[in-house]
Nanobody
Framework: QVQLVESGGDLVQPGGSLRLTCAASGTVSSIKTMGWYRQAPGKQRELVATITIRGQPNYADSVKGRFTISIDNAKNTVYLQMNSLKPEDTAVYYC???????????WGQGTQVTVSS
């Protein structure tokens, strides 16, 4: 079983930056892809960015050019560097892992990001 623990959420002003961290533990060798999703109040959870363990990223159009996802396989950790934050980025951000041998996914507990002037 893989466990995901997120950190880094905070209150920031528009235009500010924040880095989210997701640390994976357990059977980490089974992980194929990791990613970040977010859910704002009253909204569906949406994809923010994903990255394969080979380092290939994919971004939602709304964050492309502002956010950068990266992975450190040695540390079993994925990061989301968020720059030029906007109020509409306010959401709970969830880390996600997908695996080689199952269609199931694992979610972190979520970390709150609030962008407010």
């Amino acid at each position: 079983q893989v466990q995901l623990v997120e950190s880094g959420g905070d209150l920031v002003q528009p235009g500010g930056s924040l880095r989210l961290t997701c640390a994976a533990s357990g059977t980490v060798s089974s992980i194929k892809t990791m990613g970040w999703y977010r859910q704002a109040p009253g909204k569906q959870r949406e994809l923010v960015a994903t990255i394969t363990i080979r380092g290939q990223p994919n971004y939602a159009d709304s964050v492309k050019g502002r956010f950068t996802i990266s992975i450190d396989n040695a540390k079993n950790t994925v990061y989301l560097q968020m720059n030029s934050l906007k109020p509409e980025d306010t959401a709970v951000y969830y880390c996600n892992a997908q695996f080689y041998f199952t269609r199931e996914t694992t979610w972190g507990q979520g970390t709150q990001v609030t962008v407010s002037s």
